[in-house]
C-alpha cells in the first residue's frame, strides 16, 4: 500500500476504495459506511487496499 494510497484512506475513504475496485458492491458498501460514520469507512477502506 503506497503513501498516496494511505493518505486518501483516511481523507476520502471512498475515492481509494474507487481508485481500487472501481464502481463495484465494495465502493458503494464504503460510501454507506462513510455515511454512517466517518471510521467505519476509514477502517473498510484501509482493509480493501491492504488486499
Known sequence: MSLL???LSVLLPPLAVFLK???????L???LFT?????PGVIH?????SR
Open 5 to 7: 494510497t494511505i493518505v
Open 35 to 39: 455515511i454512517i460514520g466517518w471510521i
Open 45 to 49: 477502506a484501509i482493509y480493501v487496499n
Open 21 to 27: 475496485t472501481g464502481l463495484s458492491g465494495e465502493f
Open 29 to 31: 458498501l464504503n460510501v
